[in-house]
């Protein structure tokens, strides 16, 4: 039996996979296609598929492939469903937003009526303190929520920024 060398990296080396075995497809030099590495490494016994994917022929049906995918797409149809998609997801965020503040607020509340009810002798300093510290935490907890809240408008504002921008320079150099 003769050695075989390991198939040269190629741009669709194992990336194309044998329709009989699975195996992946290795680019022959010779044949400029691509064949089954099955039958290549293990001969006919393994996989009978000898079939060859001509590169160039690949090469022409993958452009064509993205030429009609592209095509289908309007920048403009594009930018808006985008920008669509942001407004959406600012909204989303905003209304989370006022639901986070409406919590701390509870609590702050909360904890000031606690305040008052250890003054007037309703609760002990031992509940009072209980109670604040349960409080405080939950507002520390949706404090945290609140800055990543924040931090992901800031990020909605500087995409649309950035959206903004892109079509007033398309309009000025188009």
């Known amino acids: 039996m003769r050695t075989k060398t390991a198939p040269k990296k190629h741009l669709f ?25 099955g039958n290549i490494k293990h001969g006919n016994i393994f996989c009978p598929n000898r079939t060859i994917v001509r590169e160039k022929e690949l090469k022409y049906a ?57 003054c007037d002798g309703i609760i002990t300093h031992e509940q009072y303190e209980q109670y604040s510290k349960n409080n405080l935490d939950k507002i520390a907890q949706s404090e945290a929520v609140k800055a990543q809240i924040n931090i992901q408008l800031e990020e909605c504002k500087n995409q649309t920024f950035t959206m903004d921008l892109k079509s007033k320079l398309k309009a000025v150099f188009l």
């Open 13 to 37: 080396t194992n990336v194309l996979y044998c329709s009989n075995c699975g195996k992946g497809m290795w680019y022959k030099q010779n044949q400029r296609g691509y064949r089954c590495g």
């Open 62 to 118: 993958i452009l064509n492939d993205l030429n009609e995918l592209t095509n289908g797409f309007s920048t403009e149809d594009l930018l808006k469903q985008v920008e669509q998609k942001l407004n959406s997801k600012q909204r989303k965020l905003q209304n989370e937003l006022v639901q986070v503040e409406s919590k701390i607020n509870n609590w702050n509340d909360r904890n000031q009526k606690y305040f008052d009810s250890y």
